[in-house]
């Protein structure tokens, strides 16, 4: 039976990131995610989610984190990264480093670059990535 509840940005990166990193990252993480996917499939049919998930919905109805489409997890994780940093830091401008990885550029100094090819840095939360974010602001001031 698929909950009616409310999401916001924060709950769906904290189901998206676990996921987006076992897929990209590492593999040990397959505990985490399989918790993660469990929970966006019990909300799949909120919204918010549809609004991120767009044409890739259908990847939810999966029965295991291992067949999702890569993707879309991928893309939302993205996007979500980049509507976080973005609400802390509005002047801060996406972009990509030398060797493809997103990062974020303010004053011509590159801060947050990713980890991989078309990635912001793997959080596995948000309380990670606002610590770091926390962490940023006090660097840039």
């Known amino acids: 039976m698929v909950k009616m509840t409310i999401v916001t940005k924060d709950d769906l990166f904290n189901m998206?990131?676990?996921?987006?990193?076992?897929?990209?990252?590492?593999?040990?993480?397959?505990?985490?995610?399989?918790?993660?996917?469990?929970?966006?499939?019990?909300?799949?049919?909120?919204?918010?989610?549809?609004?991120?998930?767009?044409?890739?919905?259908?990847?939810?109805?999966e029965r295991s984190v291992k067949n999702v489409d890569m993707y879309a997890f991928w893309r939302v994780y993205n996007r979500l990264f980049e509507e976080i940093v973005k609400e802390e830091f509005p002047s801060f401008t996406a972009g990509y480093d030398k060797y493809g990885?997103?990062?974020f550029f303010q004053e011509g100094q590159m801060l947050l670059d990713g980890d991989d090819y078309d990635c912001f840095p793997f959080y596995l939360d948000?309380?990670?990535?606002?610590?770091r974010l926390y962490d940023l602001s006090k660097e840039i001031a």
Not at 34 to 61: C, H, P, Q, W
Not at 126 to 131: R, S
């Open 16 to 61: 998206i990131a676990p996921i987006h990193v076992y897929q990209k990252a590492d593999l040990m993480y397959e505990k985490e995610a399989k918790v993660a996917f469990k929970k966006l499939k019990e909300v799949r049919e909120n919204m918010v989610i549809a609004d991120y998930f767009g044409d890739s919905l259908s990847t939810l109805k």
């Open 126 to 131: 948000t309380n990670g990535l606002k610590g």
């Open 101 to 103: 990885a997103k990062c």
